[in-house]
Nanobody, 127 residues
Framework: QLQLVESGGGLVQPGGSLRLSCVAS????????IGWFRQAPGKEREGVSC????????YIADSVEGRFTIFRDNAKNTVYLQMNSLKPEDTGVYYC????????????????????WGQGTLVTVSS
């Protein structure tokens, strides 16, 4: 059974850091791109970052460029999102998702390219 489980969210002050984890099961992680999306209250879900199969391609949204890093450990079936210099506008529920492609790009880090979602983890950036 295909499953994606996120963890690592929480409350952090502006300027702080968090590392989100997405553990995959039920499929061969190395064959797929995995994306991170977020949804702030009252807003649409947006793509934040994506890492392709074998980490051959990555995408980082302009809004988090230079602050967020995505990486994967296929041996642990896990994709991580390292988030530094967090801002209040980074607040939201963060979801990992399997992308219907082994290649990641801005175009493919969209909701309509997702075929499976995790349950989400809440990130709150506030003083």
């Amino acid at each position: 059974q295909l499953q994606l489980v996120e963890s690592g969210g929480g409350l952090v002050q502006p300027g702080g850091s968090l590392r989100l984890s997405c553990v995959a099961s039920g499929f061969t992680l190395d064959y797929y791109g995995i994306g991170w999306f977020r949804q702030a209250p009252g807003k649409e879900r947006e793509g934040v970052s994506c890492i392709g199969s074998r980490a051959a391609s990555t995408y980082i949204a302009d809004s988090v460029e230079g602050r967020f890093t995505i990486f994967r450990d296929n041996a642990k079936n896990t994709v991580y999102l390292q988030m530094n210099s967090l801002k209040p506008e980074d607040t939201g529920v963060y979801y990992c998702a399997r992308i219907r492609s082994g290649f990641c790009s801005a175009f493919r880090t969209r909701v309509d390219f997702v075929d499976s979602w995790g349950q989400g983890t809440l990130v709150t950036v506030s003083s």
